[in-house]
């Protein structure tokens, strides 16, 4: 069965350093989300990518993030200069924009910033 | 502001038992509502899905339901196996205007004991 794939399962950084997490989506999924979880606390929407851009982002998705996809397989999370608060799970999903709009998950990448 | 309730926060039952999990929303414009599973460390896994029009679904022993007029989902697991435990997410989606964001509940976390 197809599924997202997400990498690095684990990325450890320092505070002020740049990460970007990848995601490769199902293959003939046309929209992709990123989520995160802060440890203990419920799943928060980020950003979500059609068509090659940006159709919506959360209050927490701000300057300091970014996505893009940069050939026809990823999609990627940029956080330019990490923060303390920047630790969560990370979840990359996709769906095809029809009927119920199902979104499957990856199994995140969980990032912790020393 | 959309938000998403559950209740109970945790809950332990013995093997073979049923429960009943609950989850009140305020999701405007309401598309469609999930529940997923997700298991410690790894992506929310869809159970079921209903539109506004659907008052019950059945997913193998998992069985949803959805008053749309009071605003409330239940998800009813009969029969308890181990495996059962997981943290259970009420999921709300506000369709395509939103960007088909998903408005996460801090779910409930299950405990299926021997």
């Known amino acids: 069965e197809p599924e997202v794939t997400q990498t690095p399962s684990h990325q450890v950084t320092q505070m002020g350093q740049e990460v970007i997490l990848r995601c490769v989506p199902i293959?003939?999924?046309?929209?992709f989300y990123w989520y995160r979880q802060i440890l203990g606390q419920k799943v928060e929407f980020l950003v979500s990518?059609?068509?090659?851009?940006?159709?919506?982002k959360s209050e927490i998705f701000d300057d300091q993030f970014s996505v893009e996809r940069p050939d026809g397989s990823n999609f990627t999370l940029k956080i330019r200069s990490t923060k303390l608060e920047d630790s969560a799970m990370y979840f990359c999903?996709?769906?095809?924009?029809?009927?119920?709009?199902?979104?499957?998950f990856g199994a995140g990448t969980r990032l912790s910033v020393l | 502001k959309n938000q998403v309730e559950q209740s109970p926060q945790s809950l332990i039952i013995l093997e073979g038992k049923n429960c009943t999990l609950q989850?009140?929303?305020?999701?405007?414009?309401?598309?469609?509502l999930r529940w997923y599973k997700q298991d410690t460390g790894r992506g929310p896994v869809s159970l079921t899905i209903?539109?506004?029009?659907?008052n019950t679904k059945s997913n193998g022993r998992y069985t949803a339901t959805l008053d749309a007029d009071t605003k409330q989902s239940s998800l009813h697991i009969t029969a308890s196996q181990l495996s059962d435990s997981a943290s259970y997410i009420c999921?709300?989606?506000?369709?395509?205007?939103?960007?088909?964001?998903?408005?996460f509940g801090k779910g409930t976390s299950l405990l299926v004991t021997p």
């Open positions: 989850c009140n929303y305020t999701v405007s414009p309401f598309s469609n």
């Open positions: 990518f059609y068509n090659n851009e940006i159709s919506e």
């Open positions: 999921v709300v989606s506000a369709g395509s205007n939103s960007g088909y964001a998903l408005n």
């Open positions: 209903m539109t506004f029009s659907e």
């Open positions: 999903a996709s769906s095809v924009p029809t009927g119920m709009n199902i979104q499957y």
């Open positions: 293959s003939n999924h046309l929209y």
